[in-house]
């Protein structure tokens, strides 16, 4: 399943889900960590993206992918992993409730 896809079927389960993008830019003269914006001028290499699920119980998961400065940034690829990580986090949320569940049942 593609990730927008994923976003999206969870958007429908009614979690809140959050992507951001962040490139190495030039300003200035210094490289800094920006969110992509348009008409700036970005770093080919580097970048991270972050991805946050919100639940509807008021708890989230963050997941992170973090490109080296010396690897060719891909917002595709980022996102992927990014996603992924977070939804390790979601399920393992999700299963240990259920185990508290059992406990206090």
């Given at each position: 399943m593609k990730?927008?896809?994923r976003i999206k079927e969870?958007?429908?389960?009614?979690?809140d889900?959050?992507?951001?993008?962040?490139?190495?830019?030039?300003?200035?003269?210094?490289?800094?960590?920006?969110e992509l914006a348009v008409g700036e001028r970005f770093l080919q290499k580097g970048g991270?993206?972050?991805?946050?699920?919100?639940?509807?119980?008021?708890?989230?998961v963050v997941g992170e992918a973090l490109c080296s400065a010396g690897d060719q940034y891909c917002y595709r690829r980022g996102l992927e992993i990014a996603l992924g990580r977070a939804l390790v986090q979601l399920t393992g949320e999700a299963a240990r409730r259920a185990e508290r569940r059992k406990e206090t049942a």
């Open positions: 990730p927008g896809d969870l958007r429908e389960q009614g979690y889900v959050r992507v951001a993008h962040r490139r190495p830019a030039e300003l200035g003269g210094r490289k800094v960590r920006k991270e993206t972050t991805v946050r699920i919100d639940q509807p119980e008021g708890d989230y």
